[in-house]
């Protein structure tokens, strides 16, 4: 008779079905676990131990339930997936949790297992991971969500999709940068490890943008050893990165990428094709940004001379107007007319006139500084606003243009010889409305035009000229206070 020994197992009983599920899934691909008609789990097999991260022998006995999670992530919440019978008809996602405390999302099917006398002997599941295939959906849903957002500019659109982007590829850079020259202009920026500020340029040739840039799908690097730097991070260096070109119009204005310390596996190629997805939604919004930013000049900027346009001209008069009156300030306005344009035109063709027009626009802003705007109001007909001037710093001003124009041209241009006449008028107390501030510059610039062209007039010293009679109560009383102010002195 033989003794066992005194250490060995006692051996427990296996419920019913067990050795029959293990002989049928032992060797199935699927994750496959068997519990009890409670729930509590009998046996799992090889894949489902490598899904879930914990070995059989500590899942055995244990409810099913306490490998459900719930999880959050791109804003949206999956609730906790409590145990359920699964219909054999049907599948369900449910979220579970690993043993590393990771969430993953499996494809769950299953059916009761049933002996012969039909009493339950338990449940079999089937789960096919899903995880990555599911935040590959959502993220799309996500991007397509912002690339559709009505509420939101084409800056503030691209500005979600970079975090969005980071978010899911678990990289802590991401930016758009526009080539310029040798360099890349930084534009849109999300770094959670270093600042870097919008308007930044750094050499091209010192990135990996400038392979990406000449590519056609996402560039990656992955340095395992030392970490490579990178100008925008220069204490931090880097061991990831992916890139891709951003083309709007067929032509290749900058790059997509996202960068990381920390080295990481190659990117999938469902991550590869995301981030060119990505890219091509940002070109689009980038597109956008052009044509907004083309209908603003067309609205506020002349087509031919690049000096505001007259729409432009009548909104900042309106401002300053309301300004000076507000704070008892100064401002004047000079208008200003080419003399004899029409003789251009017939002479020598509209061609000429339109470099004419834009050869006067380059005098003349040559002459009023940065600082300052100049305005095409009509055809041949220029303005400038001067906030917190008088009509002698003005007439300076305008005296000065005159006789940059009145120069004679480039003997190697064919550009014809011109002159312009211009009206100067302060924003005196006595004009009520910004109209008639205008109509004084216009008096002004007639009385010019009368007197022979290629001269400046001022609103503060108009003589012999039939005048409006609103407009001449208002001259008027300008030259009557002008004289009790000479006689005070």
């Known amino acids: 008779m033989s003794m066992k020994p005194m250490n060995a197992p006692v051996p427990t009983a296996r419920p019913r079905g067990t050795e029959l599920v293990e002989a049928v899934f032992q060797v199935c691909h699927d994750a496959v676990v068997f519990t009890d008609s409670s729930g509590r ?21 244990r409810p099913l339930d306490c490998l459900y999670g719930e999880q959050e992530e791109f804003g949206v919440t999956h609730r906790l997936s409590g145990p359920r019978m699964i219909g054999s008809d049907h599948r369900v996602i449910t979220s579970y949790l690993r043993r590393d405390g990771s969430l993953i999302e499996a494809e769950t099917s299953g059916w009761t297992f049933l002996a012969r006398d039909g009493a339950i002997l338990g449940h079999i599941r089937i789960l096919e991971d899903r995880t990555a295939v599911n935040r590959l959906v959502r993220v799309k849903d996500k991007l397509f969500d912002i690339a559709t957002d009505q509420a939101t500019s084409p800056g503030e659109k ?6 969005l982007a980071c978010e899911f590829l678990h990289m802590p850079v991401g930016l758009v940068g526009l080539f310029r020259d040798a360099s890349l202009l ?10 870097i500020p919008v308007g930044t340029l750094f050499p091209l040739e010192e990135s990996d943008c400038r392979i990406a840039l000449a590519g056609d799908v996402p560039f990656e690097t992955h340095g395992t ?14 061991r990831t990165y992916v890139g891709v070109p951003l083309v ?17 596996p190659g990117f999938t190629i469902a991550e590869r094709q995301l981030i060119s997805d990505f890219a091509r939604f940002a070109a689009q919004q980038l597109a956008q940004e052009r044509q907004i930013a083309a209908l603003e000049r067309a609205a506020t900027q002349d087509w031919l001379t690049g000096a505001g346009s007259s729409r432009q001209f009548r909104r900042d008069l309106e401002n300053v107007f309301r300004t000076v009156r507000r704070n008892n300030a100064q401002a004047s306005l000079i208008l200003i007319d080419i003399d004899h344009f029409k003789s251009i035109n017939d002479d020598y063709g509209h061609d000429m006139g339109d470099r004419v027009l834009a050869d006067v626009a380059r005098r003349l802003e040559a002459v009023i500084g940065a600082n300052r705007r100049l305005y095409r109001v009509g055809g041949e007909e220029f303005a400038v606003i001067l906030p917190g001037t008088c009509a002698d710093s003005a007439a300076i001003m305008a005296e000065q243009m005159r006789q940059r124009l009145a120069e004679a041209p480039d003997p190697v241009s064919d550009m014809p010889a011109l002159t312009a006449s211009f009206g100067v008028a302060e924003l005196d107390p006595d004009i009520t409305s910004q109209d008639a501030w205008v109509k004084c510059a216009d008096i002004a610039l007639y009385a010019s035009k009368n007197n022979g062209r290629n001269q400046v007039t001022s609103n503060g010293s108009i003589a012999g000229v039939a005048l409006p009679d609103e407009i001449w109560r208002e001259v008027q009383k300008k030259h009557s206070k002008t004289r009790r102010q000479s006689l005070a002195i």
Not at 46 to 61: D, I, S, V, W
């Open 186 to 195: 930084v534009l849109h920026a999300r770094s959670t490890l270093a600042p």
């Open 225 to 238: 050893e030392a970490a490579q730097d990178h100008p925008l991070l220069p204490e931090i260096g880097l």
């Open 248 to 264: 709007v119009g067929g032509e290749r204005i900058g790059t997509l990428s996202f960068l990381n310390p920390l080295s990481r």
């Open 41 to 61: 789990v009998q046996w799992c097999n090889r894949p489902f131990e490598r899904l879930t991260g914990y070995r059989r022998a500590e899942l055995t006995g």
């Open 158 to 163: 691209i500005e979600a999709m970079i975090s």
